[in-house]
């Protein structure tokens, strides 16, 4: 497609559709240009910057699904089971009175073999719809962040990231990890969610 040629029928299509009010349709129209990846993406983006303000979310959803590579919030490797729990992101202050964004993800697994298992966190990146982070998973030391589960006890273990309060309450945004288990990399993201504010 040429700069600034209209997009083609189909895809025009699909954005008239995430613009309507048939919620099915919305839905089918995000899932089909979140398909479509960075051509998609392209877009979204550009119909975004159009939208009136009561229907940017759902281009935001859409960009922020493009952008996490993945709409997996669990994955199965062999007899192991992980998934993401819930997420949080806010604005809150320090002791010292400075103001900072707090990322929370909580995330859930267990084995069902007889062999522990270990996971370790390889990447992760803060996403919004105009700006990414990469955040760290790495401790102090430099230690990988690993997590070991013993066969049959299922646990829970929290992701925590302080970053500096680039980002106003109210915007929508994700988290994409890649994940090491069993000798595969597996990438999975957190839901969607509004940059809250502590008071």
Do not use: H
């Given at each position: ?20 009010d ?15 990846g ?21 281009y ?22 992980l ?9 809150e ?26 996971v ?23 230690e990988?962040?690993s997590?070991?589960f013993?066969?049959m ?5 929290d ?13 929508r945004?994700?988290v994409?990890?890649?994940i090491?288990?069993a000798?595969k ?5 957190s839901k969607i969610?509004?940059i809250?504010?502590?008071?």
């Amino acid at each position: 497609m040429l700069p600034g040629a209209p997009p083609p029928v189909q895809e025009a299509e699909l954005l008239r559709k995430l613009a309507g009010d048939d919620e099915k349709e919305q839905a089918e129209a995000a899932d089909a240009l979140v398909r479509k990846g960075l051509s998609g993406r392209v877009l979204v983006a550009k119909a975004w910057e159009k939208a009136p303000a009561a229907k940017k979310a759902r281009y935001e959803d859409v960009l922020l699904r493009i952008d996490a590579g993945t709409d997996d919030t669990s994955f199965t490797v062999g007899q192991f089971a992980l998934q993401i729990r819930d997420a949080s992101f806010t604005q809150e202050l320090d002791p010292e009175g400075k103001a900072q964004l707090r990322l929370k993800v909580v995330f859930e697994g267990s084995t069902i073999g007889e062999e522990a298992v270990t996971v370790t966190l390889t990447r992760a990146d803060f996403l919004l719809p105009k700006d990414r982070m990469a955040l760290l998973v790495t401790g102090s030391k430099g230690e990988s962040f690993s997590r070991k589960f013993d066969p049959m006890v299922p646990k829970m273990f929290d992701y925590v990231s302080i970053l500096p309060p680039r980002w106003p309450p109210g915007s929508r945004a994700v988290v994409a990890f890649e994940i090491a288990v069993a000798g595969k990399k597996v990438l999975v993201r957190s839901k969607i969610a509004l940059i809250g504010k502590k008071e």
